[in-house]
């Protein structure tokens, strides 16, 4: 009872799988996966992918479309027992993506150089502590998005360029 308390709530909760096949692929860190007549949209844990475009008061950042094809490449139309954590604020089930070879769909996005670990909030989200050390790799070996002078993480992105759009303030950043 006393190592309850040391438990984030996020982490405290049960897990559970989800199993079925993935139906689409919406960016490189979201998809959606149907389990005998239900869909289920699934946000990759740990990672956070390039913003894709969603019109002109939000533009996307570089390398959106690969990382959306880069996952598609990976998931698209296989069937997969999926680990899952929790349910986010968008009501997204937040699972690792286990491929056939043993791999995680999520840890081939960072370090491929197509998502970052996901370190916002202080790294609430960032479930497997590997994703740092795999994303420095990646920025080291200058792969994906990491060919790119001063890469902007998305968590930033959302602030810097599509808040400053909707809120009428002039920015460089997109």
Known sequence: MALAGLIPPALAQAAYALQGRIVAVSDGDTLTLLAGRDRHRVRLASIDAPETGHGRQRPGQPFAQAARKALADLVAGKTL??????RDRY????????????????????????????RQGGGKYLRDEAMTGLERQARDRRLGLWRQPGAVAPWDWRWQCWDALENGRSTSIC
């Open 81 to 86: 027992t999926l680990r899952c954590f929790e």
């Open 91 to 118: 009501a997204r089930d937040v699972c690792d993506v286990p491929l056939p070879d043993g791999r995680t769909a999520n840890r081939v996005m960072v370090e491929t150089g197509l998502a970052w670990a996901n």
